[in-house]
Each structure stands twice: as C-alpha cells, then as structure tokens.
C-alpha cells in the first residue's frame, strides 16, 4: 500500500486559499490516480476531489466544486489541491490517498470512495477556516 504525505494546511479566514500537497513517501512509487479526502471532527471521512491520470479526468464533492482545483506535477510525482473561497465548513484534517479508490460521476452525483478495506491513512494535514 502507497504511503502519501500531506502538507500545506493551516488557519485561514473564511474566503481565503491554501494549497494542498500530497506526494508519496517513497518518490520513486507510480501511481495513476489520487484522491483527497477530509474528516472534521464528529464526522466520517468523505471524499472531496479525485485525479484519474490515465485520461485526466478530474472529480469533486458538490461542496467543492468550482472553488477546489485537484492537479499534479508529474515531474515531482506531487498533487495538489487548491482551496480557493474557504469556508468554515471546509475545517477538517485532509488525506490522500490512492489504493482502493474509486471516482465516478453521472449527471446526478460523483462518487469519490475509498474501500474501507484500505485503512491506511497517513497523518493528514489540518485545515481551519475561521476568522
């Protein structure tokens, strides 16, 4: 199972930015799609935006979308994710991940899963939006 790191997070007041990183704890593993995740306090862990690298499709939580932007530096073997616009309900400690995902999308919803049977989640990087 690929082991990721995640940095970048911090206290931001409602409105700002911050840019999230996630890249492998190995630099030299390969992987060909990552997802970020998020849990805030009392609350499961829910899917937020999703990267599939072999056709570039890129996937978002409804209550993201359009203010979250997901992309990678291949050269550096490194994703990242935008927050842009943040609001306090986006307070949560951030993952990634890539093993047991699953992303998906149909007129109606998006899915952006992680099998429960994966369970390794790194330590994640805190976000707080507040002011």
């Known amino acids: 199972q690929v082991q990721f790191v995640e940095s970048g997070g911090g206290l931001v007041r409602p409105g700002g930015s911050l840019r999230l990183t996630c890249a492998p704890s190995?630099?030299?593993?390969?992987?060909?799609?990552i997802g970020w995740f998020r849990q805030a306090p009392g609350k499961e862990r829910e899917g937020v935006s999703c990267?599939?690298?072999?056709?570039?499709?890129?996937y978002y939580a409804d209550s993201v979308r359009g203010r979250f932007t997901i992309s990678k530096d291949s050269a550096k073997n490194t994703v990242y994710l935008q927050m842009n616009s943040l609001k306090p309900e986006d307070t949560a400690v951030y993952y990634c991940?890539?093993?047991?995902?699953?992303?998906?999308?149909?007129?109606?919803?998006?899915?952006?899963?992680?099998?429960?049977?994966?369970?390794?989640w790194g330590q994640g990087t805190q976000v707080t939006v507040s002011s």
């Open positions: 991940a890539t093993d047991g995902l699953r992303c998906s999308a149909s007129i109606t919803s998006t899915t952006i899963f992680r099998d429960p049977l994966y369970d390794d």
């Open positions: 990267f599939s690298f072999s056709d570039g499709s890129t």
């Open positions: 190995d630099p030299t593993l390969r992987y060909y799609a």
